[in-house]
């Protein structure tokens, strides 16, 4: 077995981390679990952070548990909140249990016969035949409300400013995950809880948890963080201009996916690399170092947004999505978007303002007021568009036209769009039905 330890803390990968956690990795063979609350029926980036944590696990010859949580998503995780979450329909919450799931079974094979195998749980299924007596007299009796109140998430709901305070519903919830660690202490030897640094408290309170209910037993129970991601210039991770960047490809295209990742600065590039690649360490630091030698070439931003959207989608969706980036830039880009496929092509174009024609309307010829203003409106009048013209900025497909340039269908691309330009910053679409 690998140094597990080892290889996350030159990553950037360790934030908290109970002692003996090492040495018992180091050791033999240990079971692992992070939780994942099903909060909607996907995962986004931000959550990249524990399955590839769980991947390194594995990798390192340990075997890691995946919780989803049917449970605790009914009440919510009041961590780094200032308010009540929203409770969840039945339906909604189980339409996101198992959208969580097949979304880890891509990275993790639950399926697999080695003795590391990873292994999939829900904890509805051990805490719905649960009664609250039953619970508030073996769970909560261990625990005492001064503990409860010691932590970070309980205190900053119940004393920050601009909060609403907490209900009972929410604070029972590091109980409810306390006790998940230890239903797999038990039943699957678990002795490893790993998550982000805001889970410490609750993580914490599911090693004292199992220590409490096995007095006079000898009981292992450990816990490691990583930190919560962050970007340079202080903005939050995982956010885009559409929102959050989501793992599955029909809430964020791959080619979206691609560019977040492509577009990352220089400085958070040198971070993420590490964090998010299993890239080894004698590669990292000579990109690192080719990078800084000529960072006009963006090698970091390229390695990066290679490696990422393989993980993540696959080899041949990378070079999908490569290609059609390199066409926006390319000097003959007629012919070379001709050769993306419409689902390609309409990621690239994901937003765009678009209009539809009938093929009849365009048989005759259009002309580049109507198709800036007079038909579709996306300049303000036909005297915007007809300055737009007259100073040169307009563009179909990347090629400058003038105020007296007719479009056929010989400007259509794949018999049926055109790719409109006034200057660097407004695209529209022109769709031919």
């Not at 080899?315 to 999505?321: G, I, M, Q």
């Not at 003038?402 to 695209?427: A, H, M, V």
Request: glycine fraction near 6%; proline fraction near 2%; charge should be negative.
């Amino acid at each position: 077995m690998k140094n597990l330890i080892e290889e996350l803390r030159w990553r950037g990968m360790v934030h908290d981390i109970m002692p003996g956690t090492e040495e018992q990795l180091n050791n033999e063979v240990t079971t692992a679990y992070i939780g994942f609350d099903p909060t909607s029926n996907s995962l986004h980036i931000g959550s990249l952070v524990p399955i590839i944590l769980l991947v390194h696990l594995q990798r390192a010859g340990h075997k890691p548990v995946a919780l989803v949580g049917g449970a605790t998503g009914m009440i919510g995780d009041p961590s780094g909140k200032s308010d009540e979450r929203n409770l969840l329909d039945e339906a909604t919450l189980n339409s996101n249990v198992e959208g969580i799931k097949n979304v880890l079974s891509r990275f993790l094979d639950f399926n697999s016969k080695d003795n590391n195998a990873p292994i999939l749980v829900n904890n509805y299924d051990w805490m719905k035949d649960f009664s609250f007596i039953d619970f508030a007299r073996d769970v909560g009796k261990r625990i005492t409300v001064n503990y409860m109140m010691s932590k970070d998430s309980v205190k900053k709901r119940l004393f920050g400013e601009d909060t609403v305070g907490m209900s009972f519903t929410e604070f029972t919830y590091q109980l409810i995950q306390g006790y998940d660690f230890y239903y797999l202490h038990k039943h699957f030897n678990c002795v490893l809880q790993m998550g982000g640094s805001d889970q410490w408290g609750n993580i914490t309170t599911g090693t004292e948890l199992i220590r409490r209910m096995n007095v006079g037993v000898d009981t292992k129970a450990f816990a490691m963080t990583c930190p919560l991601i962050t970007k340079a210039d202080g903005s939050k991770f995982g956010k885009s201009e559409g929102g959050n960047v989501w793992l599955d490809a029909d809430k964020t295209s791959v080619y979206k996916f691609y560019q977040f990742w492509l577009n990352t600065s220089d400085e958070d590039a040198e971070k993420y690399i590490k964090i998010f690649t299993f890239l080894d360490k004698t590669t990292i630091d000579k990109l690192i170092a080719e990078h800084k030698s000529a960072p006009h070439l963006r090698i970091l931003q390229k390695t990066l947004a290679e490696e990422v959207t393989t993980f993540v989608h696959s080899k041949s969706d990378f070079e999908n999505a490569e290609r059609a980036s390199s066409i926006l830039f390319s000097k003959s880009f007629k012919e070379d978007i001709q050769t993306l496929d419409e689902g390609t092509f309409l990621e690239v174009f994901e937003g765009v303002p678009q209009f539809e024609l009938s093929s009849t309307e365009f048989s005759e010829g259009f002309d580049m007021v109507a198709a800036l203003s007079a038909k579709t409106n996306f300049l303000s009048s036909n005297g915007e568009a007809r300055r737009a013209l007259k100073e040169n900025a307009v563009m179909v497909n990347k090629e400058k036209v003038s105020e007296d340039y007719i479009l056929t269908t010989s400007d259509l691309i794949n018999n049926r769009y055109i790719i409109l330009n006034r200057g660097k910053k407004q695209t529209f679409i022109l769709k031919v039905m």
